[in-house]
Each structure stands twice: as structure tokens, then as C-alpha cells.
């Protein structure tokens, strides 16, 4: 149980130009969903944590207009990165956790380059 | 601000040998404690949750420790195997956020 999916495994994409990125629960309700970062040789960074139906909380440094978030249900969570760029270009994981919060579970992340 | 640091960052050693993984916290108020295990190219996977009352869990070969009060913890892995070479993290939960150390890379030589 608690398996995460996220969709697509990887994609490139040209400059200025915006991709999404699906993060699933897909036997469980994810009451909240977070999105980290992941730089070559450099560990995870937090970026945002969204719970079902509300905003989301953006970590300082992570613009919010950049990195659009939507957590519509509680088995989907979605990033858009809007107008990317080459520095964009980095490892995203997503994670989910269930009612009891006490145990994150995460996804396979998605590999983005932009070219 | 929690921050977690590991030490060593890389390590390599031969089969059969055990592996002592090292990761300090600032901030000594977290709720749990949590080792994953990664691939290259690839997502997390968890090895062992320690919430913030336990001294310590086990699974298989592994063993990790928790010192809540000084900030520490420390992933053991005995006999090593080719196949336990990955990069390992340790992450910890306060102020409702996982904060992560830069990881360990460990090779096993066969």
C-alpha cells in the first residue's frame, strides 16, 4: 500500500514554454501533498506543500507564480512550471501523506530539462 | 531554521564490511526521523521511521539509532552487499516539513 505515481517520468521541453507534472495516490487519500526539488549531487528541497481544496504554502525563495500548484482532489496534486528555463531544469519529486500526517510517501519524480 | 548535515558524504568499502552512516540536526524538537535510500536517476525509497519517543528501529540488516537530545542519529548497515551501494538519506519531521541532509553515496566493492 501507499503507492505515489507521478507522470511523466521525465520531458524535455524548449524555453519558455510550460509543462505539468502529475503526482497520484494511488491507494490511499492524500490529505496533503508536497513538491521538492532536486539538483544534481544535492538533496531534496522543499518547495511547496498544498492540502486538498486550499492554496498553497510556498517556501521562501519559490516563486509562486513560477511554480503553480493545484491540489484539486485527494488523490491528485499538479505542478506547472509556466515559462521554463534552463535553470528550471532539476529532479521534482512529489510526496503524499494521509490523514494521520505522520509518514510522507513519495513518488518515482520527474526528470526536467529544458532546453 | 532545522538543519540536517550527514557525514561522511561518500564512503566505500568492501563486501562484507559494515557500514556506520553518520547524520546531525539543529534543532532537536522534531516529531520523527526518517532513512531513505536512493538510486540514481531514481525516487526515495523509506528504510526506517524512528518516531521522536524511540531509541532506535530495526529491519533486517539495518539498524538505526536516535539520540533526540543531541541531535543525532545513525544508520548501521551490516554485512554490506554489492546492491546496498546508493546514496542514503536522512530526513527529518518538525514545524509539519521533512528537512533533508545531502546524503551519504556508499559503494560496496565486490
Known amino acids: 500500500g501507499a503507492v505515489v505515481s507521478q507522470h511523466p517520468s521525465w520531458v524535455i521541453c524548449k524555453s519558455g514554454t510550460s509543462v505539468k507534472i502529475e503526482c497520484r495516490s494511488l491507494?490511499?487519500?492524500?490529505?496533503?501533498m508536497f513538491w521538492y526539488r532536486q539538483f544534481p549531487k544535492q538533496s531534496l528541497m522543499l518547495m511547496a506543500t498544498?492540502?486538498?481544496?486550499?492554496?498553497?504554502?510556498?517556501e521562501q525563495g519559490v516563486e509562486k507564480d513560477k511554480f503553480l500548484i493545484n491540489h484539486a482532489s485527494l488523490t491528485l496534486s499538479t505542478l506547472t512550471v509556466t515559462s521554463a528555463h534552463p535553470e528550471d531544469s532539476s529532479f521534482y519529486i512529489c510526496?503524499?501523506?494521509?490523514?494521520?500526517?505522520?509518514?510522507?510517501?513519495f513518488g518515482p519524480g520527474t526528470r526536467l530539462t529544458v532546453t | 531554521k532545522q538543519e540536517v548535515t550527514q557525514i561522511p558524504a561518500a564512503l566505500s568499502v568492501p563486501e562484507g564490511e559494515n557500514l556506520v552512516l553518520n547524520c546531525s540536526f539543529t534543532?532537536?524538537?522534531?516529531?520523527?526521523l526518517q532513512w531513505f535510500r536512493q538510486d540514481p536517476g531514481k525516487g526515495l525509497t523509506s528504510l526506517l521511521l524512528?518516531?521522536?519517543?524511540?531509541r532506535e528501529q530495526t529491519s533486517g540488516r539495518l539498524n538505526a539509532s536516535l539520540d533526540k537530545s543531541s541531535g543525532r542519529s545513525t544508520l548501521y548497515i551490516a554485512a554490506s552487499q554489492p546492491g546496498d551501494s546508493a546514496t542514503y538519506l536522512c530526513?527529518?519531521?518538525?514545524?509539519?516539513?521533512?528537512?533533508f541532509g545531502a546524503g551519504t553515496t556508499v559503494t560496496v566493492r565486490a
Open positions: 498544498s492540502n486538498e481544496g486550499s492554496k498553497a504554502t510556498y
Open positions: 530526513a527529518v519531521f518538525n514545524d509539519y516539513k521533512l528537512s
Open positions: 524512528i518516531q521522536s519517543s524511540q
Open positions: 534543532d532537536s524538537a522534531i516529531y520523527n
Open positions: 510526496s503524499a501523506s494521509g490523514t494521520s500526517g505522520i509518514e510522507q510517501y
Open positions: 491507494d490511499f487519500q492524500a490529505t496533503t
